[in-house]
C-alpha cells in the first residue's frame, strides 16, 4: 500500500523568504503525485501534480515542486513566500490500480509566514 | 476545474442522531469520494461512489455507518448514522476530473455533543 510522510509538522518562515517543505512517498510505480493546500476553514486547492515527464512540475501561485524518484520524495518549494501562503500543505498520491484515483495524504504542514 | 458545492457546511448533532451531508457538481464527472479529516489530522478517504453501482468502502469504514447515495452524474449524499463524539470531524467530497486531478468540495465541519 503506498504511503506518504511529511517529516514537518509545523514551519515558520519569514515573509519574502524561500521555502522547502518536505514529502516522500512510497509506492510500487510510477507515483502521480499531487501538493494540495488548505487554508483556515477553507477546503483543499490543488497547487501542482506530478504524472510523468519532466520532473520540475510548476504549480500556481509561484510554487514548483521536483520529483527525485531516487530520493522517493516529491518536496514543494518557493522562491518567496508572501503572507498569504500561510495554510496547511498536504502531499499525496494517487494510486491508479484498479481504474481510479484514490489519493492517500501525508498528516500536513501546517506553514506559519512572520513580518 | 470545477464548481463543488457541499451542504451543510457545518452542524452541530446530538449523540445518536444522523445527518445527511450533500455534494453537488456543476458538471458531469464519473469518480467522486468522500474523506474525513478528523481533527488536527489530515484526509482519510472513506469511500469511492460511482454512478449506478454500489460505493466502495476503504478499511475502517462500514456502509451501516456511512452509507452513501450515488443518484446521478452530479450529485452525492453521505450520511453520518447514529453519531457519537468521535465522528466529529470535516467531512470532504471530492470529483475526478479528466486528466486524473481530485477536486474537494469546502467541506462540512461536524461537532457531535
Known amino acids: 500500500a503506498q504511503s506518504v510522510t511529511q517529516p514537518d509538522i509545523h514551519i515558520t518562515v519569514s515573509e519574502g523568504a524561500s521555502l522547502e517543505l518536505r514529502c516522500n512517498y512510497s509506492?510500487?510505480?510510477?507515483?502521480?503525485l499531487f501538493w494540495y493546500v488548505q487554508s483556515p476553514g477553507q477546503g483543499l486547492q490543488l497547487l501542482l501534480k506530478?504524472?510523468?515527464?519532466?520532473?520540475l512540475v510548476q504549480g500556481i501561485k509561484g510554487f514548483e515542486a521536483e520529483f527525485k524518484r531516487s530520493q522517493s520524495s516529491f518536496n514543494l518549494r518557493k522562491p518567496s513566500v508572501h503572507w498569504s501562503d500561510a495554510a496547511e500543505y498536504f502531499c499525496?498520491?494517487?494510486?491508479?490500480?484498479?481504474?481510479?484515483?484514490?489519493?492517500?495524504f501525508g498528516t500536513g504542514t501546517r506553514l506559519t509566514i512572520i513580518p | 476545474s470545477a464548481v463543488i458545492s457541499q451542504k451543510p457546511s457545518r452542524d452541530i448533532c446530538q449523540r445518536g442522531t444522523s445527518l445527511t451531508i450533500q455534494c453537488q457538481v456543476d458538471s458531469q464527472v464519473t469518480m467522486m469520494f468522500w474523506y474525513r479529516q478528523q481533527p488536527g489530522q489530515s484526509l482519510t478517504l472513506i469511500a469511492t461512489?460511482?454512478?449506478?453501482?454500489?460505493?466502495?468502502?476503504e478499511s475502517g469504514f462500514v456502509i451501516d455507518k456511512f452509507p452513501i447515495s450515488r443518484p446521478n452524474l452530479t450529485f452525492s449524499t453521505l450520511t453520518v448514522s447514529n453519531m457519537s463524539p468521535e465522528d466529529s470531524s470535516i467531512y470532504l467530497c471530492?470529483?475526478?476530473?479528466?486528466?486524473?486531478?481530485?477536486?474537494f468540495g469546502p467541506g462540512t465541519r461536524l461537532t457531535v455533543l
Open positions: 471530492s470529483v475526478e476530473l479528466a486528466g486524473g486531478l481530485q477536486f
Open positions: 499525496a498520491v494517487g494510486d491508479s490500480a484498479g481504474g481510479n484515483e484514490k489519493l492517500t
Open positions: 461512489a460511482n454512478q449506478g453501482s454500489e460505493a466502495t468502502y
Open positions: 506530478y504524472f510523468s515527464g519532466d520532473t
Open positions: 509506492y510500487g510505480a510510477t507515483p502521480y
